[in-house]
């Protein structure tokens, strides 16, 4: 593999998080026997490219079990994550650290590729994805580049190691990978190779498990990078494969200036809808493949739900809609449907409609089923049902009615239905 350009290796030194007390307790544990413990992949490359960094991966000489035994002596909890192929979890105070011990990949079946171990450092980089990932720094910020990648680094290259097409034959998910970090490091041009062996072999992605599937792509959608690298994933057919419906390419775009706009940080899941939820149908489908959990799943019902939010409702109109779907859910579908609208991101009506959602106030049913009980009805579900009929009412009114006005209401429901009251 060649290289973008050679460059002289900066040290780490300075990372915060190097400094962690928590690095540098897993660090001392595992260099305890003379093991070496190095820093690997996102951390190491976030660090030079001065992006945050939020969890750090780790590559030792240490076996798996050594890891465990090391980190158990000095009072770490180690979890056999991923034992088989050489993970080991090491949780230091608040933060988790997946230790993983120097490998080589024999054969690779999917996923399963049976391992080996080492203490080649190139061998284990070789292994790894991308060249951007196979940059590993020491406890003291010392940089290693068994492969010579850094200046695919400095080029924001993102290139696989080895033969392209080999390499996403053995690991589908490298397929997102590829444009998730395309997204993430905002590269001028897509490396010629790598696209060719994704698009080449995108079928394989419907191999791939949801819960895989979602983690990079949530990743990919909340990216600085994502809307260009998203529009390539459709120009050549893998965005459809992927999402299994159409996808809201302009919509998208709108949503993220809506977001920088207003000044909030990425919401991948707001995202997703934006991109491809339009009917209670989409949402359904896109939590089923993806495997989303119950909150990301209402997220994106909300978002099936924009068409009823609009510019031209009034103040009691707002309230109504914040009375149903709560202040998340018309948040989400006021977005969405600002998005749609083509509307600018500094569009004064949408913007107000938006403020409008975060401060007018929720208004309270001033009811309780025990006031219909006073009333005479039974208890049993006849409290419910006209309790419901007063709701309707005094959501109707503009949610003016007091308790006592309310009360006059359903005593008439009640005389109505029940001869009382
Ligand atoms: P992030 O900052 O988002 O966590 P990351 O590069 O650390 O990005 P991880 O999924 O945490 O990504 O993986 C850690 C490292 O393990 C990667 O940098 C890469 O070297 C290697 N790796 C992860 N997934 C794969 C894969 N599917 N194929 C080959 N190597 C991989
Ligand atoms: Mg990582």
Not at 362 to 368: A, D, F, G, H, K
Request: proline share 4%; net charge negative; with cysteine.
């Amino acid at each position: 593999m060649s290289p973008t350009r050679t460059a002289p290796l900066p040290s780490l030194g300075n990372a915060g998080w190097l400094k962690w007390p928590e690095t540098c307790d897993v660090f001392s544990a595992l260099g305890a026997q003379g093991h070496e413990v190095r820093a690997v992949g996102g951390a190491v490359r976030d660090t030079l490219l001065e992006r945050p960094v939020k969890d750090v991966d780790v590559a030792t000489t240490a076996l798996p079990e050594v890891v465990m035994e090391l980190a158990a002596a000095a009072g770490l909890k180690a979890i056999p994550t991923g034992i088989d192929h050489g993970t080991v979890t090491v949780v230091a105070g608040n933060r988790a650290f997946e230790v993983t011990t120097l490998r080589k990949d024999v054969e690779n079946y999917g996923r399963h590729a049976s391992v080996s171990y080492t203490d080649d450092w190139a061998a284990d980089a070789g292994r790894r994805d991308f060249t951007i990932n196979a940059l590993y720094a020491d406890a003291d910020g010392q940089l290693f580049d068994p492969l010579g990648s850094y200046g695919d680094l400095v080029a924001r290259h993102v290139r696989f190691i080895g033969d392209a097409r080999m390499r996403v034959l053995e690991d589908y998910l490298r397929i997102l990978r590829f444009f998730r970090f395309n997204a993430e490091l905002e590269f001028g041009e897509f490396d010629a190779q790598g696209l060719e062996a994704c698009v080449r072999e995108q079928a394989g992605l419907q191999k791939l498990s949801g819960e895989r599937v979602r983690s990079e792509l949530l990743r990919l959608v909340s990216a600085e990078g994502a809307y260009r690298a998203i529009v390539k994933m459709f120009e050549y057919g893998l965005l459809v494969q992927l999402l299994g419906g159409v996808p809201y390419l302009a919509r998208l775009e709108r949503l993220i200036d809506i977001e920088a706009g207003l000044g909030v940080e990425p919401d991948a899941v707001l995202r997703l809808a934006g991109l491809s939820v339009a009917v209670p149908e989409d949402a359904g489908r896109l939590s089923d493949r993806l495997r989303l959990s119950k909150a990301e799943r209402s997220h994106l019902e909300q978002a099936s739900g924009h068409r009823v939010m609009s510019v031209a409702m009034d103040e009691a109109q707002v309230k109504r809609e914040l009375y149903i779907q709560g202040r998340a859910g018309c948040r989400t579908a006021a977005l969405i449907a600002w998005a749609a609208s083509g509307e600018a991101v500094s569009d004064a009506s949408w913007c107000g409609l938006v403020a409008r959602i975060q401060d007018l106030p929720i208004p309270e049913l001033p009811l309780q089923g025990s006031d219909i009980v006073k009333l005479g009805v039974p208890e049993g579900p006849g409290v419910g049902d006209i309790l419901k009929h007063a709701e309707e009412r005094w959501i109707q009114g503009g949610f003016e009615a007091g308790k006592k006005e309310l009360l006059e209401i359903t005593g008439q429901l009640v005389k109505a239905k029940f001869g009382k009251g």
